[in-house]
């Protein structure tokens, strides 16, 4: 980031090109689109870039970034209508029968874990998605954050916790068990 300080556009490409693709499963998995992802994406790196100057060598970077990611995500979705942006996934089956069992299941399997996901509280999601997605360690999303360490912690346990709960009890109404 400093090169991106001094001008050096190389630096940023480099920059944007080893982000691009957390970045944009971070984003998605807040509930934002797929071409709504794609523009975040660019937006977040060029306020970054617009914005380097304020980096501090001190503060890792990609903390200072995922805040800015983490901000303009927040952003969109309060601004967004809902009914606007729901999204249908389109699923291709092969002629085979065992194939398309297997298509079918892990559509199903998919389709669970996403559910229950949206319905998480949005800290849990927000945590979950900067661990799992983001590969960020604990300390880096208690920063992104503004959490204590313990909190994040706590947050991510009760997150896991509940998407397993809601899995199990989707899977189970789906086997006819419940």
């Not at 990611?69 to 729901?86: E, S």
């Not at 996403?114 to 998605?129: H, M, V």
């Not at 999303?141 to 991510?156: D, G, H, R």
Request: hydrophobic content about 40%.
């Amino acid at each position: 980031m400093l090169l991106v300080q001094s001008g050096d556009i190389k630096a940023f490409e480099f920059l944007y090109e080893r982000l691009k693709v957390s970045l944009y499963n971070y984003i998605r998995h807040c509930g934002v689109s797929e071409q709504q992802g794609i523009e975040l994406v660019q937006d977040v790196m060029f306020k970054a870039y617009e914005k380097r100057m304020l980096y501090r060598s001190e503060y890792k970077l990609t903390t200072w970034i995922w805040t800015i990611a983490r901000n303009q995500t927040i952003d969109l979705l309060r601004k967004r209508d809902p009914l606007k942006f729901a999204e249908t996934e389109e699923v291709e089956i092969s002629s085979g029968e065992s194939e398309m069992e297997v298509l079918i299941d892990d559509k199903i399997e998919r389709a669970v874990l996403e559910k229950c996901f949206k319905n998480l509280l949005p800290q849990y999601s927000e945590a979950l998605s900067l661990r799992v997605y983001s590969e960020m360690s604990y300390e880096e999303i208690a920063e992104v954050m503004n959490k204590s360490l313990s909190s994040v912690k706590a947050l991510i346990n009760k997150a896991k916790k509940a998407l397993r709960d809601c899995v199990n009890e989707c899977m189970g109404e789906a086997n006819g068990s419940k």
